[in-house]
T-cell receptor, first 115, second 114 residues
Framework: AQSVSQHNHHVILSEAASLELGCNYS??????LFWYVQYPGQHLQLLLK??????LVKGIKGFEAEFIKSKFSFNLRKPSVQWSDTAEYFC?????????????FGDGTTLTVKP | DTAVSQTPKYLVTQMGNDKSIKCEQN?????MYWYKQDSKKFLKIMFS???????INETVPNRFSPKSPDKAHLNLHINSLELGDSAVYFC?????????????FGQGTRLTVV
């Protein structure tokens, strides 16, 4: 079964700082990878996704993530964060053709951006 | 034109009661899910239905029973509610057969058991 590990539980940054959130997964086969964002009091929304092709994927709001297959990683980055990026960030992995489409989520990283 | 809608948004009830949460999606997806998010924000899958058939049933107490009358609906019924059931429950859907398992989430139902 696949699992997902997010290294940082709580990250605090000042506005304009650069962001990198770590995500590693364990599964030997083909995967789909996702980052979701959950703003305070809201539901999860897709930030970006990787299915195949270019391992550097760009998402909404200036976020990007890079899939490094050899490291089983899919880290999320943003060059300059804003106060409005304060939210919970979840990495998720879905093993293609198995597990009936179940996405396994990491435990989340709480990002607090100070104005 | 909400994609995945859940009702109610908030639910406060006493221990021992039975309650239901409803979920509907209008995306034409073939697979629907229930996730539970606890107070620490940890998100765990509970159930998944594909074309009305149960395909994922994680370790969840028997008091929780999902029902899918058609592939656009997945309801969650909870019997004999306990304090530990307090959480936010998210419904989600995806199009499994295309292999693109991106999940669309509902707004969540915040269940508080008192």
């Amino acid at each position: 079964a696949q699992s997902v590990s997010q290294h940082n539980h709580h990250v605090i940054l000042s506005e304009a700082a650069s962001l990198e959130l770590g995500c590693n997964y364990s599964y030997g086969g083909t995967v789909n990878l996702f980052w979701y964002v959950q703003y305070p009091g809201q539901h999860l929304q897709l930030l970006l996704k990787y299915f195949s092709g270019d391992p550097l994927v760009k998402g909404i709001k200036g976020f990007e993530a890079e899939f490094i297959k050899s490291k089983f990683s899919f880290n999320l980055r943003k060059p300059s964060v804003q106060w409005s990026d304060t939210a919970e960030y979840f990495c998720a992995v879905n093993a293609v053709n198995t597990n009936a489409g179940k996405s396994t989520f990491g435990d989340g990283t709480t990002l607090t951006v100070k104005p | 034109d909400t994609a995945v809608s859940q009702t109610p948004k908030y639910l406060v009830t006493q221990m021992g009661n039975d309650k239901s949460i409803k979920c509907e999606q209008n995306l034409g997806h073939d697979t629907m899910y229930w996730y539970k998010q606890d107070s620490k924000k940890f998100l765990k899958i509970m159930f998944s239905y594909n074309n009305k058939e149960l395909i994922i049933n994680e370790t969840v107490p028997n008091r929780f029973s999902p029902k899918s009358p058609d592939k656009a609906h997945l309801n969650l019924h909870i019997n004999s509610l306990e304090l530990g059931d307090s959480a936010v429950y998210f419904c989600a859907s995806s199009h499994l057969t295309t292999g693109l398992a991106e999940a669309f989430f509902g707004q969540g139902t915040r269940l508080t058991v008192v």
